[in-house]
């Protein structure tokens, strides 16, 4: 009786071996399918974190070309307006000296009797005044004499308004000094008097006679 019990107590025993190795297997195949599980999920979340870095990559690249170009345009307008308007200080001062050739030109009455020598004086005046508008001219400097045109903001300074002219309100009557333009910029502004009170075919502009 004691060996058969002792026969039948060993497959109780190796019963018992095969569970507890059955457990390391289970725990095992859970840890994979878990690390599968979690694998697609750090890689979805890398992707995104990648797209984003790129996204802001580019953003900062298209506004650095933007940038790049609104530099390189502003030197070249630089640059033009340089060679455009390099010489306005130097014409504005010889305006002057067109301003007195002209008063000198303009004292001499027109009926006088002028000897040879005065007139050959004259005639070498208006020669120097003539090679002065041309070479004002070919550095893109025009004259403004106004006369009978609107009265332009932009282009003239009233110093006095005229009444009763028979003009329409805001017509320049009188030019006291010429304008010049270089280019497309105004050197100088014609000094004018403008018409008051006459005809008022038009709405008058304002007119501003303060200096």
């Known amino acids: 009786m004691t060996e058969h019990s002792e026969k039948n107590d060993k497959p109780t025993e190796n019963a018992d071996v095969t569970s507890d190795n059955d457990a390391p297997t289970t725990e095992a195949s859970e840890a994979a399918e878990t690390a599968e599980t979690a694998a697609p999920a750090n890689d979805v979340d890398a992707l995104a974190t990648a797209q984003a870095e790129i996204s802001d990559l580019k953003d900062k690249l298209l506004r650095a070309v933007a940038e790049?170009?609104?530099?390189?345009?502003?030197?070249?307008r630089e640059k033009t307006d340089a060679a455009n308007y390099a010489i306005t200080a130097f014409a504005r001062d010889l305006l002057g000296v067109g301003d007195n050739l002209r008063r000198a030109l303009d004292s001499i009455p027109e009926e006088a009797d002028l000897g040879e020598n005065a007139k050959n004086l004259v005639e070498g005046i208006e020669m120097t005044e003539r090679e002065l508008?041309?070479?004002?001219?070919?550095?893109?400097?025009k004259k403004i004499d106004p006369?009978?045109?609107?009265f332009s903001h932009d282009l003239h300074q009233a110093l006095f308004e005229?009444?009763?002219?028979?003009?329409?309100d805001g017509t320049i009557v009188q030019v006291m000094q010429v304008g010049y333009v270089i280019k497309d910029r105004l050197l100088r502004p014609a000094m004018v008097?403008?018409?008051?009170?006459?005809?008022?075919?038009?709405?008058?502009?304002h007119v501003d006679t303060k200096v």
């Open 147 to 150: 006369k009978g045109e609107k």
């Open 193 to 205: 008097g403008v018409a008051k009170g006459g005809n008022k075919k038009e709405p008058m502009e």
């Open 162 to 168: 005229v009444p009763d002219t028979g003009e329409e």
């Open 133 to 141: 508008l041309n070479m004002l001219e070919r550095h893109k400097i």
């Open 68 to 76: 790049t170009e609104n530099i390189r345009r502003r030197s070249e």
